[in-house]
């Protein structure tokens, strides 16, 4: 363990810390139209900070004494963080302006979100987690309820922050009997402390809590109880955001903690891991079903995939965490391209989200009805789109890793989960329309047009995403 | 060359038709076919002439069909005396019923497709008659059947016509079990099924014994009745005879071809086929000599009792083929393939001859709207009369030599059965002669009983028509002279050579030339008495039948029902299956597979989602109860480490 600062490697962050400020200051001071300025600027600092990640080296390096590590998992994850904050800063552009909730600041909570998020997932200490833990949550319950005119919206981002914060009570909580009983909060140090002795009952309750605060952010079942009302209330663009980037973060997290400080234990956690991955596949397919509501269906949707991502997390080898990178950055892009749709549905200037509006797209708007189907497709995980692959490997992972069961429920779930998918459809193109949709703007056709590209055409290139994925993995639990 | 010719231009026939028909147009379609036919015909002849006379007996192997360990099948063309007989016969006739088509459906919508269905029936029956195996004679027998279900089901704009076809496809899969059964038997036995390795194989096994039916019994025995089963299917013996009748709905070309002269005698080539089993198994052959004479006097009595012609004379055929199961039965099978073919002459000749009748009655079937009409189409009266008469066994026209000759035999075979079936042909004869004269005289004289529209537009029939009805009825006339003492001659042998077995002991052909006058001229005194009959009741006393029927309601109404077959099996397997297949359609699969399989776990789905959903109330509070069930769980997993 260095005891140096070292501070040059966590440099992304520092400059996207620092460029959020200034946003805010050129927002504050600018005259009008400081929304568009501060999205644009907004956009260049998360691509600066993109670039500084990836030129910054795989490492593996530490920093701050050891509080905060880059390696090739954090690298990937926080490209992936990026790029789905950027998603769901352009969904937002049009949308916040047309709902008159174009406020500058909304930018700034995203970037801020993220900036959380980047350190959560380079956190190497319990105290470095719950300090990025914090700050993306406390921007994540302000972008809920944004629309702070509308109900629904404060009504959203007050039970997120209630739940939120019961959840991080018992990450704390969990923190710091793992504290007590390891003494250190060092992820190496819990390893060491796990590793020598048979574990002590404090620091299993306090695994459990930590675990239970990490389920509630990815939204995992039983912790997942706020997603559908949060992800219906939020303005859609939020909701698109939320689907897309805290998961990616979480999950990160969730990876790094399990296969880290708690490895010794794998074989106690691995169970945990097992039942809340299967309980979610189990309600994400089946509370879908139900749904009028295409936001909440979404909603049950993320449940749904989180517990696919968590049967790699659950197989626990470097196959395994592969296959949730791949899941995720899959995941990632169909979500946000599902979304985009979602966001353009719009019927004589106002929003729409019930699934019957959907009614006859497939005759008035056919390239979006197709990147829907595309998308609803993939996420249903049929080949050759790039949602099937991403099943794929995570059920392989399992059937290698001996977990057969979890598997089969998987792939029955996603037989469930055709159903209110493959539904999308048949309203699109089966169901006769009354009124077609308002002509969407430009950046959300291309939001859609470049994840449906990037959907359908991930069978035939594969190979980059696969190896980044396997660096990463192989960074994490490799050695 | 000529081999494979016979057998292939009528298929290359039906492919050009059916699959160009529309472009060649109707013309085109009927060129095609039948100079197809014609010279799959010539190739025909000449080979019956060749193989069956000159004695040049061959087999021409095209490929490997099939080759599975010690399971071996060829696409091959066997031309012994069996094959060469029924190929020329075949070809022959087929190309005259192609040529009466061509006036006989001039007035169809689907020409070109008709013409393809009676070639590809011509090919399938050609490869069933030529086959060197089982396997191949198995693929035959089920393109005729195929080509009868389509021909049956030619005017498939009618009701009956698609029900008579499904009843003729489905009785007859009820034999091919039994056919498909008895060929996995001799494959079991003998380890082949082709023709020659079989017979020869078979010698050995004239001892095996399997266990079924609860006994043990001689494997021989049990094959050949399995293989009996098959052709009393497709030769409408008594019990799975109900298709024929109504397989009259077809085209009266395809009752001529399919269902009199060809098809329906599969059967009894089958059995003369592997008549080298069926010696060893005697219990099989008095089995088949007794369906064979109960089907003969059977069908018979319901023939004298019919009105519509194409039935009555279906009813001659079924009857008639139970003469020719008697003959093989007794051993005798020379004398079944001569009556088959002097049959296929004249009962080809009277269905034309119905159907010419037809033709000009303006499609009236029942004999009770017709007479009348003989002066005004004499030629197809005079044709009728040739084939009634060959029908009838009147001497020195074909049937008198073929029939007399089977009757010998079953006397000459000098058992119980034999007497069994030479009684029932007597008594079958004499109704034969009865119920022939009885449609000739209701249809062609009396008074006229059809309106005077129909009346007016009766007319003889085009030359298209009458000339093959010409060549059939000289064949009607001399096939028995000409051909008796080569087939069933005293030099029989000679002129079967191999193709036919006849175990040592049995030897009713041998008697069949050695039997008392009276046998001789009993069925010739029957014939000509039943003509008598007919002429009384119907020329001299024509209110008196009518009283008879009605004086003897019960039994006019038994015959009349047909034995009310049909009824017993409507109430013994259709309904009873009905019901059970209503049962297994309602119950065991819409209750149970659907109810539990797809439907129910739909179901079971969505109230799966409403409970989920009912779940999600929006009040914070139960969210957070939730979550702290969750990390209790959650701990008493960890802390146990297992579920």
């Known amino acids: 363990m260095t005891a140096t600062m070292n501070w040059t490697i966590a440099a992304p962050e520092l400059v996207l810390a620092c460029a959020a400020m200034a946003i805010l200051m050129v927002g504050v001071f600018a005259r009008r139209d400081a929304w568009t300025m501060v999205s644009m600027l907004s956009f260049g600092a998360l691509l600066g900070t993109a670039v500084l990640v990836i030129a910054g080296g795989q490492g593996p390096a530490v920093a701050f004494s050891g509080l905060f590590v880059v390696d090739g998992f954090a690298v990937f994850a926080k490209v992936l963080i990026l790029l789905a904050a950027g998603l769901g800063l352009l969904l937002a552009l049009d949308w916040h302006q047309r709902e008159g909730i174009a406020r500058f600041e909304y930018p700034i909570i995203v970037l801020l979100a993220t900036l959380g998020m980047m350190m959560m997932v380079s956190a190497n200490d319990l105290m470095s987690l719950y300090v990025g833990l914090e700050l993306s949550s406390l921007a994540l319950y302000i972008a809920a309820s944004f629309a702070r005119d509308d109900l629904r919206s404060t009504e959203a981002g007050l039970k997120y922050f209630m739940l939120g914060a019961l959840a991080s009570g018992m990450l704390l909580y969990g923190a710091s009997l793992t504290y007590g009983y390891a003494g250190t909060t060092r992820f190496a140090g819990i390893a060491e402390a796990l590793g020598t002795a048979p574990a002590s009952a404090g620091l299993v309750v306090g695994l459990c809590f930590i675990a239970a605060g990490l389920a509630f952010k990815v939204s995992a079942v039983p912790f997942h109880m706020w997603t559908p009302d949060v992800y219906e209330g939020a303005p859609t663009p939020v909701t698109a955001f939320f689907s897309i980037a805290p998961k990616v973060a979480a999950i990160a997290l969730f990876l790094r903690v399990m296969t880290g400080p708690f490895a010794p234990v794998i074989a106690q956690w691995q169970q945990i891991i097992i039942l809340i991955s299967a309980a979610s596949m189990l309600v994400g397919a089946f509370a879908a079903i139900g749904q009028t509501n295409v936001k909440r269906l979404m909603a049950y949707s993320s449940i749904g995939h989180v517990g696919y991502a968590l049967i790699g997390l659950a197989a626990g080898d470097e196959a395994g965490i592969r296959a949730v990178l791949v899941y995720m950055a899959i995941y990632v892009v169909m979500n946000a391209g599902a979304f985009g749709c979602i966001v353009a549905m719009r019927k004589g200037g106002k929003a729409t989200e019930r699934i019957e509006d959907l009614a006859g797209l497939g005759s008035t708007a056919p390239m979006m009805a197709l990147a829907m189907a595309v998308f609803m497709f993939s996420m249903a995980g049929i080949p050759p789109l790039a949602g099937f692959f991403g099943k794929l490997y995570v059920f392989v992972a399992a059937v290698q890793a001996g977990l057969w069961p979890l598997a089969i429920l998987g792939v029955l779930a996603s037989v469930v989960s055709a159903f209110y998918y493959l539904r999308i459809v048949k309203v699109m193109y089966f169901d006769a329309g009354d009124v077609a949709l308002d002509a969407r703007p430009a950046s959300i056709s291309f939001v859609v047009a470049a994840t449906g590209a990037a959907t359908v055409l991930f069978a035939a290139l594969p190979a980059p995403l696969l190896g980044a994925a396997a660096m990463a993995a192989r960074s994490l639990v490799g050695g | ?643």
């Open chain 2, 1 to 643: 060359m000529i081999e494979t010719g016979a057998v292939f231009f009528p298929l290359l026939g039906a492919i050009i038709a059916g699959f160009f028909g529309r472009s060649l147009g109707d013309r085109g379609a009927q060129l095609v076919t039948v100079g197809c036919m014609a010279l799959a015909a010539a190739c025909g002849v000449a080979l019956f002439f060749d193989v069956a006379f000159a004695g040049n007996a061959r087999t021409v192997v095209l490929a490997t069909w099939i080759d599975s360990g010690s399971f071996e099948a060829n696409w091959a063309l066997r031309y012994d005396t069996l094959s060469a007989v029924m190929v020329g016969m075949v070809t022959f006739i087929s190309t005259l019923i192609h040529i009466y088509s061509v006036g006989y459906m001039s007035h169809d919508r689907s020409i070109p497709r008709f013409m393809a269905y009676l070639s590809l029936f011509t090919f399938a029956m050609l490869m069933l008659v030529t086959a060197d195996n089982l396997i191949q004679l198995f693929f035959g027998w089920e393109g005729v059947g195929l080509a009868s279900y389509l021909l049956i089901g030619f005017w498939f704009d009618r009701e009956s016509a698609n029900r008579a076809a499904m009843k003729a496809f489905i009785v007859n899969r009820v034999g091919d079990v039994g056919f498909a059964l008895g060929i996995c038997g001799v494959f079991v036995l003998t380890d082949s099924i082709a023709f020659d390795a079989v017979f020869a194989a078979l010698a050995g096994h004239g001892s095996t014994m399997v266990s079924a039916f609860g006994g043990e019994v001689r494997a021989v025995e049990l094959c050949a009745v399995l293989l009996f089963i098959g052709a009393m299917g497709k030769s409408a013996q008594l019990g799975l005879h109900t298709w024929l009748p109504d397989a009259m709905e077809g085209p009266t070309p395809v009752s001529a071809l399919i269902h009199a002269a060809t098809m329906v005698t599969a059967g009894v080539f089958l059995v003369a086929r592997m008549s080298p089993l069926f010696e060893m198994a005697p219990v099989a052959l008095a089995l088949v000599t007794i369906i064979g004479a109960s089907t003969a006097l059977f069908a018979a009595t319901i023939g004298c009792v019919q009105n519509d012609i194409k039935r009555i004379i279906a009813y001659s055929t079924c009857s008639q083929l139970g003469y020719m199961f008697f003959a093989a039965g007794v051993s005798a099978y020379p004398a079944a393939i001569f009556h088959l073919f002097t049959h296929a002459f004249f009962k080809a000749l009277l269905f034309l001859g119905a159907g010419s009748v037809i033709h000009a009655m303006s499609d009236e079937q029942d004999i009770r709207r017709m007479g009348g009409i003989w002066r005004k189409i004499p030629a197809t009266y005079a044709l009728m009369w040739i084939g009634n008469l060959a029908l009838a066994g009147v001497p020195f026209f074909a049937g008198f030599y073929s029939k007399d000759m089977v009757l010998e035999a079953a006397w000459g075979a000098h058992t119980a059965v034999g007497q069994y079936a030479f009684w029932c042909g007597i008594i079958a004869a004499f109704l034969t002669a009865f119920y022939s004269w009885r449609l000739l005289i209701l249809t062609f004289h009396g008074e006229p009983r059809a309106d005077h529209h129909v009346m007016e537009h009766v007319h003889e029939s085009p030359p298209v028509m009458v000339l093959p009805l010409v060549v059939l009825a000289i064949g009607a006339v001399f096939a028995g002279a000409v051909f008796y003492e080569p087939f069933v001659g005293h030099h029989w042998q000679d002129f079967w050579r191999t193709a036919i077995v006849v175990a040592p002991g049995n030897d009713a052909m041998e008697n069949a030339h050695h039997v008392p006058l009276w046998v001789k001229w009993l069925p010739v005194v029957m014939g000509v008495s039943g003509i008598a009959l007919a002429y009384a009741l119907y020329m001299g006393a024509p209110g008196l039948p009518a009283r008879i029927a009605a004086r003897f309601q019960g039994v006019y109404q038994f015959l009349l029902n047909k034995w009310y077959f049909d009824e017993l099996y409507d109430a013994l397997f259709v309904r009873p299956s009905m019901v059970i297949g209503r049962a297994l359609w309602k119950g065991g699969d819409g209750a149970i597979i659907d109810g539990f399989g797809p439907d129910g776990i739909a179901a079971a789905a969505k109230a799966t989602a409403s409970k989920v959903v009912k779940l999600q109330t929006g009040l914070v509070y139960h969210y957070a109860f939730a979550m702290m069930i969750g990390i209790v769980v959650l701990v008493t997993l960890f802390a146990t480490g297992r579920f």
